[in-house]
Antibody, heavy 123, light 106 residues
Framework: QVQLQESGPGLVKPSQTLSLTCSAS??????????WNWIRQPAGKGLEWIGR???????KYSPSLKSRITISIDMSRNKFSLELSSVTAADTAVYYC???????????????WGQGTLVTVSS | SYELTQPPSVSVSPGQTASITCSGD??????AYWYQQKPGQSPVKVIY???KRPSGIPERFSGSNSGNTATLTITGTQAMDEADYYC?????????FGGGTTLTVL
C-alpha cells in the first residue's frame, strides 16, 4: 500500500516561491497508469485542485493557477514536487498530495492522500 | 468555468438516511466522486465513478448521478459519519470540487 508524505517549508515570504515535495513509500511512483496530484485547502475552506503529473512527465494544471505552477517528478527518488511562484497570503493553505489512476480511460478518484502540510505565506 | 454546488450543511438523526446533493450543469454526463473529511484529517474517497464503493467503505454509503445532480446517500447514519463531504468531477481535463457539506448527526 503506497503512502504519501508531503514535506517543505512551513513559512514562505510573499512574492517568493513555495516548494513542496511528496515522497512515496511502500510502492513505486513509476508504475501503473497513475497520476500524481497536488490539492490544497485553506483553513476552514474547501478543496482546490492544483494540478497533476504522470510518469511520462505530462502535466495538467488548474487554469486559475497555471501561470504560477510547476509540477515535476523524480522517479529515481520516488517523489514528485510542486513549485508555486509569486505567492501571496491567499496561497496560505494545507497542501495535500494524492494519487489518481485512470482505469479504462476513467479516473478512479484520489486515493491515497498524504497527511497534508500547512504552508503559511507571511513576511 | 464549471461549478459544483453543495448545500453547506445537512443534519440527520442517528439511524436515519442522509442525502447530500451536488449540482452541476449536465453532471450526469460526467462521473461524480465523493470524499469524506473529518476534522484534522485528510480526505478519504467514499464513492467513485458515481456509485462505486472502495474496499473498506461501509455498505451504508451509496451514490447516484443523473441529470444535473449527484447524490451521496448514507443509510443508517452513525455518529462516526459526522464529517465534511466533498463532491468532485472532471471538466475539460480539470478537476472541480464542490464547496463541501458539513454533515451533522444529532
Amino acid at each position: 500500500q503506497v503512502q504519501l508524505q508531503e514535506s517543505g517549508p512551513g513559512l514562505v515570504k510573499p512574492s517568493q516561491t513555495l516548494s513542496l515535495t511528496c515522497s512515496a513509500s511502500g510502492g513505486s511512483i513509476n508504475s501503473g497508469s497513475y497520476y500524481w496530484n497536488w490539492i490544497r485547502q485553506p483553513a476552514g475552506k474547501g478543496l482546490e485542485w492544483i494540478g497533476r503529473i504522470n510518469t511520462s512527465g505530462s502535466t495538467k494544471y488548474s487554469p486559475s493557477l497555471k501561470s504560477r505552477i510547476t509540477i515535476s517528478i523524480d522517479m529515481s527518488r520516488n517523489k514528485f514536487s510542486l513549485e508555486l511562484s509569486s505567492v501571496t497570503a491567499a496561497d496560505t493553505a494545507v497542501y495535500y498530495c494524492a494519487r489518481d489512476e485512470d482505469i479504462r480511460a476513467a479516473s478512479v478518484g484520489f486515493d491515497p492522500w498524504g497527511q497534508g502540510t500547512l504552508v503559511t505565506v507571511s513576511s | 468555468s464549471y461549478e459544483l454546488t453543495q448545500p453547506p450543511s445537512v443534519s440527520v438523526s442517528p439511524g436515519q438516511t442522509a442525502s447530500i446533493t451536488c449540482s452541476g450543469d449536465k453532471l450526469g454526463n460526467k462521473y461524480a466522486y465523493w470524499y469524506q473529511q473529518k476534522p484534522g484529517q485528510s480526505p478519504v474517497k467514499v464513492i467513485y465513478q458515481d456509485d462505486k464503493r472502495p474496499s473498506g467503505i461501509p455498505e451504508r454509503f451509496s451514490g447516484s448521478n443523473s441529470g444535473n445532480t449527484a447524490t451521496l446517500t448514507i443509510t443508517g447514519t452513525q455518529a462516526m459519519d459526522e464529517a465534511d463531504y466533498y463532491c468532485q468531477a472532471w471538466d475539460t481535463s480539470t478537476v472541480v470540487f464542490g464547496g463541501g457539506t458539513t454533515l451533522t448527526v444529532l
